[in-house]
T-cell receptor, first 117, second 111 residues
Framework: AQSVTQLDSQVPVFEEAPVELRCNYS??????LFWYVQYPNQGLQLLLK??????LVESINGFEAEFNKSQTSFHLRKPSVHISDTAEYFC???????????????FGGGTRVLVKP | KAGVTQTPRYLIKTRGQQVTLSCSPI?????VSWYQQTPGQGLQFLFE???????NKGNFPGRFSGRQFSNSRSEMNVSTLELGDSALYLC??????????FGSGTRLTVV
C-alpha cells in the first residue's frame, strides 16, 4: 500500500517570496510522483511529474520539484510566487508498473497556499 | 484536443435517490478512473476502468458502481444516496500510468 503525507495544511506567503511545499511518500514498489493544483470550484491540473530520469523536474510556470529517493520526498518549490498561485496543491503517487491491477493515484491531504500582497 | 468532460457540473439530489455521473475521456485514452473529494476525507480513489473492465476498486460500499463503454466513456452510479455522499466527483483519463488528466468534476449535493 502507498501513502502520501503533505506536512503543511496551509502555507501563507507574501507575493514575490519563495515557497516550499513538502511531500513525503511511502511505498514498497517504485512509484511515479505528481503535483496537482486545484483552483476554487475546479478540477485538478497537473503541475509536474516525475516518471524517470533527472530527479529535478520543472513546470512551465516556474515551479520545480526534486525527487529524493533516499528521503522518499518530492518537495515542490517556487522561487517567487504571484497572487495567482493562490490555490490548493496536491502531491500524489502511483505505482510505476501497472498491469492487471491497473493504475490509481494516492493523494496527500493537500496544502493551501495563500499569497498575500 | 478536447479535455476530459464531466456532466453534469452540479447536481442536487434527495437522500435515498440514485444518481448517474458521466465522463468522456480524452480521445485515445482507454483508462478512466474516478475519485471522490470531500473536505473531511480528501481525495479518495473510487475505481478504474480499462477497455470496459474494472481493474481496480477503492474502499467504497457497493452503492458506488461504474461502467465503461466501448468508446471509453464512463459512468458512475450511486444508489440510495446518503448525506455523506455530498462531494466533488472527479474523473481522470490516462493513456498510460504516467499521466492523468482530470475533468472539472461534478459537484453532488445530497439534501
Amino acid at each position: 500500500a502507498q501513502s502520501v503525507t503533505q506536512l503543511d495544511s496551509q502555507v501563507p506567503v507574501f507575493e514575490e517570496a519563495p515557497v516550499e511545499l513538502r511531500c513525503n511518500y511511502s511505498s514498497s514498489v517504485s512509484v511515479y510522483l505528481f503535483w496537482y493544483v486545484q483552483y476554487p470550484n475546479q478540477g485538478l491540473q497537473l503541475l509536474l511529474k516525475y516518471l524517470s530520469g533527472s530527479t529535478l523536474v520543472e513546470s512551465i510556470n516556474g515551479f520545480e520539484a526534486e525527487f529524493n529517493k533516499s528521503q522518499t520526498s518530492f518537495h515542490l518549490r517556487k522561487p517567487s510566487v504571484h497572487i495567482s498561485d493562490t490555490a490548493e496543491y496536491f502531491c500524489a503517487v502511483s505505482e510505476s508498473v501497472s498491469g492487471a491491477a491497473g493504475n490509481k493515484l494516492t493523494f496527500g491531504g493537500g496544502t493551501r497556499v495563500l499569497v498575500k500582497p | 484536443k478536447a479535455g476530459v468532460t464531466q456532466t453534469p457540473r452540479y447536481l442536487i439530489k434527495t437522500r435515498g435517490q440514485q444518481v448517474t455521473l458521466s465522463c468522456s475521456p480524452i480521445s485515445g485514452h482507454r483508462s478512466v478512473s474516478w475519485y471522490q473529494q470531500t473536505p473531511g476525507q480528501g481525495l479518495q480513489f473510487l475505481f478504474e476502468y480499462f477497455s470496459e473492465t474494472q481493474r481496480n476498486k477503492g474502499n467504497f460500499p457497493g452503492r458506488f458502481s461504474g461502467r465503461q463503454f466501448s468508446n471509453s466513456r464512463s459512468e458512475m452510479n450511486v444508489s440510495t444516496l446518503e448525506l455523506g455522499d455530498s462531494a466533488l466527483y472527479l474523473c481522470a483519463s490516462s493513456l498510460s500510468g504516467g499521466g492523468y488528466t482530470f475533468g472539472s468534476g461534478t459537484r453532488l449535493t445530497v439534501v
